[in-house]
């Protein structure tokens, strides 16, 4: 009675305070597993550009038949690099903000150059971004945090995240990353620093903690970022993989882990014939330092490197695992690369990028239709924040104007506004068990009406709320809730 009180307190004060009551109050869904798939850095028209390639036309992706379709918010708790343990720099968020066309003559300084201002939406879009590590953060405990934090409260404490939850509620925990394993998105997933600049603190708490049943990613010591063998300069070569020691005994196999690495050996796992000798669990390092495909020489799409698995594969493989858990999973499948691409403004490999998420989206689906059921797992496909604030070639005098379709095989043409994040209003799709928990605690902002998407569509909820959404489909209550 206490809880519904509370409930009714918190309704009656004000709507914008913490959809958690409204959680609380209804029916926890029990989802068996839970998919969460994170195209990293991807704005709205990131989807959109990479449909037009690879289909001509939107609506053709998998995640576009998916019941639950809306947006969600993104900001940090505060524009810190570490903990205030005050309310210091607090960011504050207005979606109405976004949509303010009128002209400005500011100019933004980016890395790559300037990108001259033209609206006032776009300003508010550029400032006060999140970086993919509070982001991670809020999307796998549920508490903004400043930037640069894995799991670190802004008053300088650990916080629990989802995986944490599921590992003791019996479950299997995946996290796979196109990018280095200890980096920032899988770190949320595995992890906890007070920054994620710490990547072999970072690493060393993913292999010595055996939380998860499989780890994959980048971040090879001894391949550079074409995929060719190099011999480790030093320590620091070792730096994504928990340091040189925690490397050795990991490939050693003195660890809980099977350490794999060759393309070969991905493709056996998703195949369901690798040997994993007298292992349960694995991690798994693909021959590259950098990514799996984006670092490569060149900035074209296409002659990818043959020694690098693709995200589905790695997809399917980590699902094999997983899924032998009789309780179920939690699964992470970020899109790492498609956020680098971005901040090069390297629009083929943005896409190419884009297209290897989506195909990992694919296996998920796959799979969820040959093994198990909607009844029983919950998919959300998201990202964590915009990046590039790509929008259409006339988008310079007609705000938010749409990037124009070329066709399949032919790149859309754009304009790029930033060369870093923004706190755009992302997509957020979902289907499954539990999945209508994110269109209760949605929001309404008539402006997302701009992105041309259905009025059901034109609702947000905050990325704290895709933690709670996978809380509330395993039937767990948070520990901690704000
Ligand atoms: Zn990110």
């Known amino acids: 009675m206490r809880k519904l009180s509370t409930a009714l307190l918190v309704l009656s004060i004000s709507a914008v305070l913490s959809p958690w009551a ?128 894995i ?16 590992v003791e509620n019996g479950k299997a925990l995946g996290v796979i990353t196109s990018v280095q394993w200890s980096h920032a998105t899988p770190a949320g997933f595995l992890a906890h620093n007070v920054s994620r600049n710490e990547y072999a603190a970072i690493g060393k708490e993913i292999v010595e903690s055996g939380l998860a049943t499989v780890v994959m990613g980048s971040g090879h010591p001894a391949y550079d970022e074409n995929g060719k063998p190099t011999t480790p300069k030093d320590d620091k070569a070792y730096r994504y993989v928990g340091g040189k020691a925690v490397w050795d ?15 070969a050996d991905f493709v056996a796992l998703a195949d369901g014939k690798l040997n994993m000798a007298n292992k349960t669990k694995l991690v798994g390092t693909v021959q590259n330092h950098a990514t799996l495909q984006f670092n490569r020489v060149g900035v074209a799409a296409g002659e990818l490197l043959d020694n690098q698995p693709d995200l589905a594969t790695m997809t399917r493989g980590a699902l094999n695992l997983i ?10 499948v970020e899109g790492g690369a498609v956020d680098w691409a971005a901040h090069a403004n390297n629009l083929p490999r943005l896409i190419e990028e884009q297209i290897d998420f989506n195909h990992a989206v694919e296996a998920a689906v796959a799979w969820v239709e040959k093994n198990s059921s909607w009844d029983d797992t919950l998919v959300i496909v998201t990202t964590d924040h915009g990046n590039g604030l790509l929008q259409g070639p006339d988008s310079n005098n007609d705000a938010f104007s749409d990037i124009v379709n070329q066709g ?35 929001k309404p902002n008539k402006g997302l009406a701009t992105y041309n998407v259905p009025e059901e569509s034109q609702r947000f909820v905050d990325n704290t709320d895709i933690f709670r959404a996978s809380l509330n489909a395993f039937g767990i209550t948070a520990a901690d809730p704000q």
């Open 249 to 263: 005994r990991l490939v050693a196999g003195k660890t809980d882990y099977k350490h794999i690495e060759t393309k």
């Open 22 to 149: 409204i959680a609380q109050g209804s029916a926890p869904a029990k989802a068996k597993n839970v998919i969460l798939l994170i195209s990293d850095g991807a704005g709205i028209n990131t989807w959109h550009a990479a449909s037009y390639y690879r289909h001509g036309a939107l609506g053709h992706e998998v995640y576009d038949d998916f019941d639950i379709k809306l947006f969600a918010s993104t900001y940090p708790l505060n524009t810190s690099n570490v903990p205030t343990r005050t309310m210091d720099k607090s960011v504050t968020f207005d979606a109405d903000k976004i949509w303010n066309k009128d002209k400005v003559d500011s100019t933004f300084q980016g890395s790559l150059g300037k990108y001259p201002g033209y609206f006032a939406g776009y300003e508010y879009l550029r400032a006060d971004f999140t970086d993919s590590a509070a982001a991670a953060t809020a999307l796998a405990s549920g508490h903004k945090t400043y930037n640069n934090a």
């Open 151 to 166: 799991n670190w409260s802004n008053d300088d404490k650990k916080l629990k995240h989802i995986g944490e939850y599921a």
């Open 408 to 442: 399949a095989g032919a790149l859309p043409l754009v304009r790029w506004h930033t060369d870093t994040h923004t706190r755009e209003l992302v997509p957020v799709y979902a289907k499954g068990a539990g999945a209508d928990f994110l269109r209760s605690v949605a």
């Open 323 to 332: 899924a032998k858990n009789p309780n179920g999973f939690m699964l992470m």
